[in-house]
Each structure stands twice: as structure tokens, then as C-alpha cells.
């Protein structure tokens, strides 16, 4: 995991997320940390032109007191100068849902890591509809920390899966347990109907790895149980340090209209959730 994305609003659940990618560059041996921030002008006849020319004498400003920032969170991850080499961008373009993600690929980024607010009701969709959008669109994988979170080793990882790209799925995440010499759990909700064939597939997938320590978890599901709280009742039980979702590609309709389980369960879930897009 060479290089790491971690995109801040300054707030304090950015610093959370700031603080889980050191420490994590300090299992995986990363070599890099990108440090991303995005002030958009202020588009408005009503905006003096002077904002537009003092711009960017801001983005210098916000990009020292970023690298003060960046420099003293490094001092206190224990990491030595020059080992982890530091980039800080202050960027203009138009919005964090697509400049997130557009920077991250840009700078061949391994891994964006976000914090999360824990929030609910409109500040939860207001405030968390950037981390949101950009799980939505990145094709980079992101990292969501719940904002009390403190950093443990990864020794474990959850996948959920419906079992039915399990091939696929399997390859993107194995390169992640790799890196962290961490075992996969595959959590697969059985509710009994026609699962079966899908089932004796994924052991035929994972006899063939042998390399890896995976296990298929066949958790049974409940009708009348919401599959998201299925989930959170095992994993709480488990204890992965992370839990990796893959969705499915959603069109507009249901992107405006239906609920994603990937993002819901980001949002409301208390430890790491890796969302992958294979």
C-alpha cells in the first residue's frame, strides 16, 4: 500500500482520519501521504473581485497551517523524519465529490481513507453526503473512520457477501490481506432460497487459495430483520478491524431515490468499512 489519500475539511473527524492513516502507513510500510484539502471559490456577482484575486493567497495560507498540522501529527505517530514522504494539496476545483476521488487516481493513490461525523437525521445528510458521494464515485478504494475511533493493528478482515461475484470479489480484497498478513471472514446472510449452488461455489473459490486463511461464516437470516442490523449484530460479535463491503453499480434512480447497505452501514457502523469497487 504505497501510497495513501487522505482528504480533510479540517474539522476534527478529518484529524481522526488523519491520525488512523499514520499509523496504518506504519503496519503497511506506505511510503507516501497525500494530505488533500478543496476551497472552492465562492461563485457570486455579489463576491468582490478582490476574493477572487486574494484566492489564492488563502490556499497558501490554509496549505502552511496543513503542513504545520500534518508535520505535528507525524511527531506524535512515532515516525521518523523521512520515512514517510508528505505531500499537502490545496485544490479549487468544484466540488469534494469529484475532486476527491479525481486527485486520488490522479496521484495513483492505493487508498483514501475519510472520517465519518456519527451524525443523524439532516446534519447526518447534509454533513456526510460528501463522504457519501465520493464512496459513490471513487474507483480508488475508501476507508471510512468512525470518528472515535483509535487505531488498532489489522489482523482480521469481514467481507459481506450475496455470494454471487465471489471470484471477483475475493481477488480485490486479497491484495489488502497481503499487505496486512490479516485473515478474511466471508459473511454470507443464508436466508435458504436457492443459495445452495452459490454456497458450494465460494468453498471451491476458497480451497483453491491456499495461501490466505479464509473462512465462510454462514450467518442466518430473518425476514423480519433488517439484512444492515443482521450484519452489524454479527460483526459486533466478530470483532474484525475492518469490514469490506462491495456494492453493486446503482443507476441514477436508485442512487436518488433507494438506499445504498454499503452506505448505510458506513455511516452508522463503528469501526472501519473498506467499500471496494471491483
Not at 113 to 133: L, N, R, Y
Not at 226 to 245: A, C, F, G, Q
Request: with cysteine.
Amino acid at each position: 500500500m504505497h501510497t495513501l489519500f487522505v482528504p480533510t475539511d479540517l474539522s476534527n473527524h478529518a484529524h481522526v482520519a488523519l491520525k488512523y492513516a499514520l499509523e496504518l502507513s506504519k503496519q503497511v510500510f506506505s511510503k507516501k501521504l497525500i494530505y488533500f484539502h478543496l476551497n472552492p471559490p465562492v461563485i457570486s456577482a455579489e463576491v468582490p473581485i478582490l476574493y477572487y484575486d486574494s484566492l489564492q493567497k488563502i490556499n497558501d495560507e490554509i496549505k502552511v497551517h496543513m503542513e504545520k498540522e500534518l508535520k505535528k501529527y507525524i511527531a506524535d505517530a512515532g515516525i521518523g523524519e523521512g520515512v514517510l514522504e508528505t505531500e499537502v494539496i490545496v485544490a479549487t476545483e468544484s466540488g469534494p465529490v469529484s475532486s476527491i476521488p479525481y486527485f486520488a487516481k490522479k496521484h495513483k493513490a492505493d487508498l483514501i481513507i475519510m472520517g465519518t461525523h456519527g451524525k443523524t437525521g439532516f446534519e447526518k445528510f447534509v454533513f456526510g453526503s460528501v463522504t457519501a458521494g465520493v464512496l459513490e464515485n471513487s474507483t480508488v478504494p475508501v476507508l471510512t473512520i468512525p470518528i472515535h475511533y483509535t487505531f488498532k493493528p489489522v489482523e482480521k478482515i469481514s467481507f459481506a457477501s450475496s455470494l454471487s461475484s465471489f471470484t471477483s470479489e475475493v481477488r480485490s480484497i486479497m491484495e489488502f490481506c497481503k499487505d496486512f498478513h490479516a485473515s478474511l471472514e466471508v459473511i454470507y446472510v443464508d436466508y435458504g432460497l436457492l443459495s445452495e449452488k452459490l454456497i458450494e461455489h465460494a468453498k471451491r473459490v476458497i480451497a483453491d487459495i491456499d495461501h490466505l486463511n479464509i473462512e465462510l461464516v454462514l450467518v442466518p437470516g430473518d425476514i423480519g430483520e433488517k439484512l444492515i442490523d443482521t450484519l452489524k449484530r454479527y460483526v459486533n460479535h466478530s470483532k474484525p478491524e475492518w469490514l469490506v463491503m462491495i456494492p453493486k453499480k446503482r443507476d441514477w434512480y436508485e442512487k436518488m431515490f433507494l438506499s445504498s447497505k454499503s452506505l448505510e452501514l458506513a455511516s452508522e457502523y463503528n469501526k472501519p468499512v473498506l467499500i471496494l469497487h471491483p
